[in-house]
Each structure stands twice: as structure tokens, then as C-alpha cells.
């Protein structure tokens, strides 16, 4: 048998996350939980009026909470989170935490800092996603300034991941144990 494809090796890890993520307590979930939103808390502190910031919306199983995104909107800023619109296409974005008032085309490209769901990310800067490629293809659209962290916990920040053409880098990570920068 062959070496593996890094299209495999992606859909392994993915697995293997996933199954890591579920095997964890309540107990432990909230804990990272409340660790991840303190942490972006201190992120929070540096915006405020006028800045945009764009989040996930976090499941049970992904890092971090509601408080998360509220920590930004209770010092002003507006708040992105991401609407999947179709398949092979990329996200669109909605206010947070008004429902049903989209944002408009390239409001992406407004956002200071985009908090990106991961599964893991490593240390270059190379994010293992959902599979689905939708912040792959919405992350071109972010300012060049623009802060893009992945939110993971402590075990998914790794040396190294496998790293394909249309994989956006990331600069930083976020974990219960801080933020971290990320590549060169």
C-alpha cells in the first residue's frame, strides 16, 4: 500500500478530533469552554465602536461559547458570524446577535479579527477545517490586516499538519492557555 494522500491524512485527523472532542466530560468541555472565552476577553479589550469582528457560532463540540462573541459586542464592536449559502461556496455573513440582518458582500474584508473554527492548526500557520472548504474560500476576502486566529484547544495547536494549495494560513491560534502567534 501507498503513502498516504494528504487528503487522507486530513480526513484521519479530522476523525481522530472529532472522537477526541466527544470523549470529553461536560465537566471538561465547560472548563475549556470558560478558559477560551476568558482568553478572548483579553482580545476583546484591545476593540471597540466602530471596529468589526467576525466569529463562529460555537457548537457543543468546538471551543468556546456564546460569551465568546459577546465579549466583543459588549464594547461595541459589530459582530460577523459566518452563513453557509451552498456547497461549494464561499460564506456569507449575518450581525451577531440580531437574527436575519445579513451583511453585506465583502464585509469580511472590514473585520480587525476573524475567529476561525478548527479542528487543529499548526504551527506554520496550516488550519485542519471541517472539510468543507467554505473558510477556505472565505478567508481570501479578509483585509490584509486582518487577525486571523484559530480557536482550538490546547492538544490541537501541533507542529505539523498536512497543507494543501488552497489552504489559507492562519497567523495566530487561540487556546485556553493563550494566544498564540503563529508561522515564520
Do not use: N
Not at 480526513?11 to 461536560?26: G, I, M, P
Not at 476583546?44 to 457560532?57: I, K, T, W
Not at 465568546?68 to 450581525?95: C, E, K, N, T
Request: hydrophobic share 45%; net charge negative.
Amino acid at each position: 500500500m501507498g503513502p498516504q494522500s494528504s487528503a487522507q491524512r486530513k480526513a484521519a485527523l479530522r476523525a481522530q478530533t472529532r472522537s477526541a472532542r466527544r470523549a470529553l466530560s461536560d465537566a471538561q468541555r465547560a472548563a475549556r469552554d470558560r478558559a477560551v472565552d476568558a482568553q478572548a476577553a483579553r482580545i476583546a479589550e484591545r476593540f471597540g465602536p466602530g471596529d468589526v469582528v467576525s466569529s463562529y457560532v460555537p457548537t457543543s463540540l468546538e471551543p468556546g461559547s456564546d460569551r465568546m462573541l459577546a465579549a466583543f459586542a459588549d464594547r461595541g464592536a459589530s459582530v460577523l458570524v459566518p452563513v453557509v449559502v451552498g456547497v461549494d461556496a464561499a460564506l456569507a455573513w449575518r450581525h451577531w446577535p440580531e437574527e436575519g440582518q445579513d451583511a453585506p458582500p465583502g464585509a469580511l474584508a472590514e473585520a480587525a479579527v476573524v475567529l476561525v473554527p478548527a479542528l487543529a492548526v499548526d504551527r506554520r500557520g496550516v488550519r485542519l477545517g471541517q472539510g468543507g472548504g467554505h473558510y477556505d474560500r472565505s478567508l481570501a476576502e479578509a483585509g490584509p490586516g486582518a487577525m486571523l486566529v484559530a480557536v482550538v484547544d490546547d492538544r490541537e495547536l501541533v507542529d505539523e499538519l498536512p497543507c494543501e494549495p488552497h489552504d489559507e494560513l492562519l497567523g495566530w491560534a487561540l487556546t485556553p492557555k493563550g494566544l498564540w502567534r503563529l508561522g515564520g
